[in-house]
């Protein structure tokens, strides 16, 4: 505000043409011009949630309680988790339709080295995100090597693991015991108060220090600075928002460590995709795989990380709806879980396209879905709604990106 | 690289950065190229000139590693070199602005600008020193470009062709392959990159340049070299040709250009 004396100009404000933003309102007029020229990015998706958070509370005021958040939270992060890696993949323009078999089958065989042979809870896990590594590994070989397009090899991988799970399963079901390492994280444990407000505080304090790094390192390169206001109101919504989530949440159980976790992995591929090398490349070969390739980027190693990392997640994101369930079934991750996981994804706002998407779409949209499960639930709605509103709110997404998409090319923003 | 430092003394004397012979390249029923040489030392500007589909881009995309060749050799700094990819190319010190510029449209400027050469502060992208240097070498284009911070989608033809062109400045180059990099340019724009070449020139680089505007070619290249239907159809030192020796030789209106440079070059030799 008071940096405005400044005579000259920052290198990147020079240009007369540039629509400089000074005030709070220069700032909202900004964000208005971009949702009107089409880069929506998180509106639409928490806009629906609030909406649809909203009708469920009118109808059953229960539905928002904090005994219903808790676990609505605590539901959502396995297939959030499953998700994230959808968004990954996606971010490539490549799709993985078996991410629910995978993790089923990830799942079993976790389930048969624990509860049937007695081996270590850690072997187990090591062994079931190993497999699921495999399978990612197998897929980048076909598509880097082979050239089968992502959609027929994951469709042929979504029936194989789903007969894997029933070969590995061969005697029904397994029960994970409720005492088990794994379940107790996924279904008892919860952070205490204390350390809920330390987390909350560790993660203002880490948003703060970093914009504020930025502002002195950009300053000091002689470049325009996030306005330091701005950055202020951002830390206290955030801070705000946060304790407040704490306070509502720790009048029943609080943060469970399946939410934490999820709400960590979502923070940490946030990061990567926008802060390093990998996430750039990412963005890079979803956007223009051709250009990415004559700029040096090794667009194999691409893909091969991104189908890894999505059968990865999908493993583990298994591995967690076994321990909350504490089973593993002939169903367990059939193609409910793999819709919800894609659905989500696109839901939240990554682009079927390529190139476009964030990680916080996996968990905007999960939640956007858990609610609605949740909310029919409440209202003792049978399955065969909820499946059809799903599919409603789904086409509406994708109806909105494709909108959303043209409004962009004629206005210029990619 | 920094174009400030101070100028090493060569000419077009130096030795051969970068020598081709005897490149063939085909794709199905097309003979693109057919046993095309090419030599740029350090120092030297070389035009590459020829009409549509005379397979220019075609021999700048197998020099960069786009393409592979099926015969012939490429020699870097005089060792035989295999250019396995784009990336393989980079690592020599090959950049490349390709005719159809290679952006990514949904990435900001600096992020394509950097693109497989971004700085990096411990695991972390710099972007700060990246888009510090991205207005350093936009400026010393004469870049009209409002924000770096903008999807290249949005930038107009020029302002595009002005990334690419920045862009096969990141690093530190021993070629640069320019594949006509003045085609959407205005005027200022053009002759900025014409000071650009001449720049890199006198810094010790090796330059080659595509282009189809005679008077442009003339007025920085040291040495033309002429493509016809996939063959080198002949070779002139600038301030030997005429516009219309050039254009004959292009259009292959009259054959015994060729004939004749390749007796006075004989001549000159023996
Ligand atoms: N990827 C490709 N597949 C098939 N044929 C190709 C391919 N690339 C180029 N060709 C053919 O090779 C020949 C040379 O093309 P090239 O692009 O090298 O021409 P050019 O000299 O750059 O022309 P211009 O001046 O129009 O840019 C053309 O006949 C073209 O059809
Ligand atoms: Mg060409």
């Known amino acids: 505000m008071t940096a405005t004396k400044e005579s000259v100009a920052a290198t990147d404000a020079a240009d007369e043409r540039l629509i400089r933003a000074v005030s709070p309102g220069d700032y909202l007029r900004q964000g208005w011009g971009r949702i009107r020229g089409g880069d929506l990015g998180m509106l639409p998706v928490v806009l629906g949630l609030v909406i649809i958070c909203a009708v469920f509370y009118a109808y059953e005021p229960t539905f928002l309680s904090s005994r219903s958040l808790v676990s609505m939270l605590l539901y959502a992060a396995p297939t959030g988790i499953i998700a994230l890696g959808i968004v990954v993949v996606l971010l490539l323009g490549e799709i993985d339709l078996s991410v629910g078999s995978v993790s089923g089958f990830c799942a079993a065989v976790m389930a048969v080295i624990v509860v049937d042979q007695g081996h270590s809870l850690w072997l187990g896990i090591a062994a079931a995100l190993g497999v699921g590594a495999l399978i990612g590994t197998a897929y980048a070989v076909l598509h880097v090597r082979v050239g089968v397009p992502s959609f027929v090899f994951s469709l042929a991988g979504l029936l194989a693991f789903e007969g894997a799970l029933l070969w590995v399963l061969a005697d029904g079901s397994i029960n994970i015991p409720r005492e088990s390492g794994l379940a107790q994280f996924a279904r008892n444990k919860f952070l205490t108060d204390a350390q809920a407000y330390a987390l909350v505080a560790v993660v203002v304090a880490c948003y703060l220090g970093s914009r504020l790094w930025t502002i002195r390192r950009r300053r000091a390169a002689g470049l325009t600075p996030p306005n330091l206001l701005a950055v202020l109101i951002k830390a206290a919504l955030l801070g705000g928002g946060l304790g407040w989530l704490t306070y509502y949440l720790g009048i029943a159980r609080g943060w469970g460590y399946l939410t934490v976790l999820f709400a960590a992995l979502v923070v940490v591929l946030d990061l990567l995709l926008r802060k390093t090398r990998w996430g750039r490349h990412l963005f890079a070969v979803g956007g223009n795989e051709e250009a990415a390739r004559r700029a040096g980027v090794r667009v194999g190693w691409t893909y091969c990380s991104a189908f890894v990392l999505c059968s990865v997640l999908a493993a583990l994101g298994g591995l967690l709806a076994a321990a909350q369930l504490t089973s593993v079934s002939q169903d367990s991750g059939t193609t409910d879980t793999n819709l919800t996981a894609i659905a989500a994804a696109v839901i939240g706002g990554t682009s079927l396209f390529g190139g476009r998407g964030s990680a916080y779409a996996a968990l905007l949209g999960i939640l956007v879905l858990q609610s609605i499960e949740s909310g029919l639930n409440l209202m003792n709605v049978d399955s065969d709604v909820r499946y059809i509103v799903t599919g409603g709110v789904l086409l509406l997404a994708v109806t909105i990106d494709s909108v959303a998409r043209r409004a962009r090319s004629s206005s210029g923003r990619g | ?270």
Request: aromatic share 2%; charged share 20%.
């Open chain 2, 1 to 270: 690289m920094t174009l400030t430092a101070p100028p090493t003394p060569a000419s077009g004397t130096g030795e051969a950065v970068l020598s081709l012979a005897g490149i063939h390249k085909r794709f199905g029923a097309v003979q693109a190229l057919t046993d095309v040489s090419l030599t740029v030392r350090a120092g030297e500007v070389v035009a590459l000139v020829g009409d549509n589909g005379a397979g220019k881009s075609t021999l700048v995309k197998v020099i960069s590693g786009v393409y592979q060749p099926d015969a012939g050799t490429i020699e870097f700094e005089s060792r035989p070199v295999v250019v396995g990819g784009p990336a393989g190319a980079q690592e020599l010190g090959i950049a490349t602005v390709f005719q159809d510029l290679a952006l990514c449209d949904n990435l900001d400027v600096v992020a394509n600008l950097f693109l497989g050469k971004e700085h990096r502060r411990g695991p972390l992208l710099d972007e700060v020193s990246m888009e510090q240097e991205a207005w350093r070498l936009l400026r010393t284009l004469s870049a009209k470009i409002p924000s770096v911070r903008i999807p290249v989608a949005s930038l107009s033809g020029g302002q595009r062709q002005t990334v690419a062109i920045a862009r096969s400045l990141v690093g530190d180059p021993r070629v640069v392959l320019l594949d006509e990099p003045t085609a959407a340019l205005g005027v200022a724009q053009t002759a900025e990159v014409l000071n650009l070449v001449e720049r890199l020139r006198d810094h010790g680089l090796g330059v080659i340049l595509v282009s189809h505007n005679m008077a442009d070619v003339q007025a920085v290249a040291d040495r033309i070299v002429v493509l016809r239907l996939g063959r080198n159809a002949a070779e002139f030192r600038t301030e030997e040709a005429t516009t219309d020796q050039l254009v004959a030789a292009i259009t292959g209106a009259s054959d015994n250009v060729v004939a004749q440079r390749a007796a006075r070059r004989t001549e000159e030799r023996g």
